[in-house]
């Protein structure tokens, strides 16, 4: 079945970084598109950033353009984001997301909280 694993969250002080990986199991990883969305408290989830099966094209979110770079290895089977001049309104929980065919399959999140 396809899991969605993502680690590298943690607490980290404003104008810190952090890159998030996101391990997948399951599907042919190289074939699909990768996405990585957030979601705060009291608040919907929103789009960070997404890239295309051979990482030839992203796109970005609005709330973090310039400051994520989203990227994948098709041979460690991994999609990272970098995260660089957090600021606290980017605590949330983040989510890896993978869309095959019509169906959206989600990691469990990991939770990134920015604080001093």
């Known amino acids: 079945q396809v899991q969605l694993v993502e680690s590298g969250g943690g607490l980290v002080q404003p104008g810190g970084s952090l890159r998030l990986s996101c391990v997948p199991s399951?599907?042919?990883?190289?074939?699909?598109?990768m996405s990585w969305y957030r979601q705060a408290p009291g608040k919907e989830r929103e789009l960070v950033a997404s890239i295309t099966s051979t990482g030839g094209s992203t796109n970005y979110g609005d709330s973090m353009k310039g400051r994520v770079t989203i990227s994948r290895d098709n041979v460690k089977n991994t999609v990272y984001l970098q995260m660089n001049s957090l600021k606290p309104e980017d605590t949330a929980v983040y989510y890896c997301?993978?869309?095959?065919?019509?169906?959206?399959?989600w990691g469990q999140g990991t939770q990134v909280t920015v604080s001093l």
């Open positions: 997301k993978a869309r095959i065919g019509r169906d959206d399959y």
């Open positions: 399951g599907f042919i990883f190289s074939f699909y598109s």
